[in-house]
């Protein structure tokens, strides 16, 4: 898929791994909507953005998502600006397991709703969703379970909508990435983040083993599977000590 022209949604995206995939995204030509629902902070990147990519091709909407009516305008304010959308990067995310209800609200049904959305956008004309899941969607993380449920919850849906027949007809595509720690704002936690059955000395544990990576390795891994023409239903994972790989699990019927 060339960019040059392509008109992008990403969200979560006033700072860290959203704001990163935008910036890609832009310098390689496409034209981007980053929203989120810090607006004070999605303003500052936006004028940040147009102000180093020398470009007027970025705009910000304020988006919750886990307001419905703010996820229809992102699409619709979209479409009036700039005629149409091709990309969908469902991004926003937290780590909150003792406010676990909202994590399942901002990670697993934030992502659900903005595919829903994506796809009778992208029915017409085709394109590609991409769900950011984690590694921790493919593996247990016994310090963030609730978390780790969402982002499980997010491949098993992104994977399910990738093998629908009208899905596919339309001449859509869809792909999860997962990465591993990355340096943003959502490491840090505190332990007000964590409840006795969860636990931040686990992760911690688990980052200084793995280590963190920096948002532009992350992002080039994103580009690559945005890129990709031929990898409906494929999951991404990215960590320092094994890269880039994109893997296909079994379809059913084992
Ligand atoms: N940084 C990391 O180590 C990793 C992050 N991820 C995932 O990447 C995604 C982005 O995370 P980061 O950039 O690291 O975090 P971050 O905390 O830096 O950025 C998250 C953004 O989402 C926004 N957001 C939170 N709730 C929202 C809502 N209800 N509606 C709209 N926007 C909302 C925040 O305002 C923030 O701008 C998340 O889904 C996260 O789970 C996945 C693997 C590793
Ligand atoms: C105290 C730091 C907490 C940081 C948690 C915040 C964000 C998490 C982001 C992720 O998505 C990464 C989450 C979990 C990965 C955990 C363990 C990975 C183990 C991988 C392996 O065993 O291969």
């Given at each position: 898929?060339?960019?040059v ?7 979560g995206a ?5 704001r990163a995939?935008a910036?890609?995204m ?5 034209k981007v ?9 999605g303003?500052?990147s936006c004028?940040?953005l147009?102000?180093e990519?020398?470009t007027?091709?970025?705009?910000f909407?304020k ?5 419905q009516d703010d ?5 619709d ?7 149409g959308?091709?990309i ?10 003792r406010t ?6 901002i990670n697993l049904k934030?992502v659900?709703q ?5 796809l009778e956008?992208?029915q ?6 991409i769900n ?10 016994a ?8 982002k499980?919850?997010v491949i098993?849906?992104t994977?399910s ?5 009208k899905v596919?007809?339309a001449n ?7 990465p ?6 959502i490491?840090?936690?505190?332990d ?8 931040r000395?686990?992760?911690?544990k688990d980052?200084?083993q ?5 948002v ?13 023409k031929?990898?409906?239903?494929a ?11 994109t893997?296909?699990?079994p379809?059913?019927?084992m």
């Amino acid at each position: 898929m060339e960019l040059v022209g392509k008109v992008a949604i990403v969200t979560g995206a006033a700072q860290g791994l959203g704001r990163a995939f935008a910036r890609a995204m832009i310098q390689r030509g496409a034209k981007v909507c980053i929203s989120d629902q810090n607006v004070e902070k999605g303003n500052t990147s936006c004028v940040a953005l147009r102000k180093e990519l020398n470009t007027a091709d970025v705009n910000f909407v304020k988006c919750d998502v886990t307001q419905q009516d703010d996820m229809k305008n992102m699409f619709d304010d979209t479409v009036r600006r700039y005629g149409g959308v091709d990309i969908v990067v469902n991004n926003a995310g937290i780590m909150n397991e003792r406010t676990w209800s909202s994590c399942v609200d901002i990670n697993l049904k934030g992502v659900i709703q903005g595919t829903l959305l994506a796809l009778e956008h992208l029915q017409e004309r085709g394109g590609v969703i991409i769900n950011i899941s984690s590694i921790a969607g493919v593996v247990p993380v016994a310090g963030a379970p609730v978390y780790t449920a969402t982002k499980h919850g997010v491949i098993g849906f992104t994977r399910s909508c990738s093998v629908n027949p009208k899905v596919k007809a339309a001449n859509i595509r869809l792909a999860c990435l997962c990465p591993t720690f990355t340096d943003t704002p959502i490491l840090d936690m505190t332990d007000d983040h964590f409840t006795s059955w969860s636990s931040r000395q686990n992760l911690w544990k688990d980052v200084e083993q793995l280590g963190i990576m920096k948002v532009e390795t992350v992002a080039q891994g994103f580009i690559q599977l945005l890129l990709d023409k031929d990898n409906n239903g494929a999951i991404m994972t990215i960590s320092p000590n094994r890269g880039i790989q994109t893997k296909y699990y079994p379809k059913a019927r084992m």
